[in-house]
């Protein structure tokens, strides 16, 4: 599967943003689904997490701010940022993990990444 990440900018600190993430090739249904961030001179860091049901999961950072969504008819993953702030500044990454038995908050877990969509927070 490819994956086509679309949507940061440069916002100021309390606004949104929906990230979306595109997928072509492979059976999107089947991948447990994930957004990712690396801020500079930091390691990366799961974001949200969209399984193959219903289920979600959401780091404690953003939990409460961020919507992860997943549209399987239309191959496309979605994350929506309400209440931005400065430390949300990274790049932001899809992600798609065929491995249903893994831990899916490992980014090592992920066979597929997407190219990245920069988000800036800042005032």
């Known amino acids: 599967v490819q994956l086509q990440a679309c949507g940061g900018g440069f916002v100021q600190p309390g606004d949104s943003l929906t990230l979306v993430c595109t997928a072509s090739?492979?059976?999107?249904?089947?991948?447990?689904m994930g957004w990712f961030r690396q801020a500079p001179g930091k390691g990366r860091e799961y974001v949200a997490i969209?399984?193959?049901?219903?289920?979600?999961a959401y780091q404690g950072a953003v939990a409460g701010r961020f919507t992860i969504s997943r549209d399987n008819f239309k191959r496309t993953l979605y994350l929506r940022m309400n209440s931005l702030k400065p430390e949300d500044s990274a790049l932001y990454y899809c992600?798609?993990?065929?491995?249903?038995?893994?831990?899916?908050?490992?980014?090592?877990?992920?066979?597929?990444w997407g190219q990245g969509t920069l988000v800036t927070v800042s005032s």
């Open positions: 992600a798609a993990s065929e491995n249903q038995g893994s831990n899916a908050f490992d980014g090592n877990n992920y066979a597929y």
């Open positions: 090739g492979g059976t999107f249904n089947n991948y447990i």
């Open positions: 969209a399984w193959t049901g219903d289920a979600k």
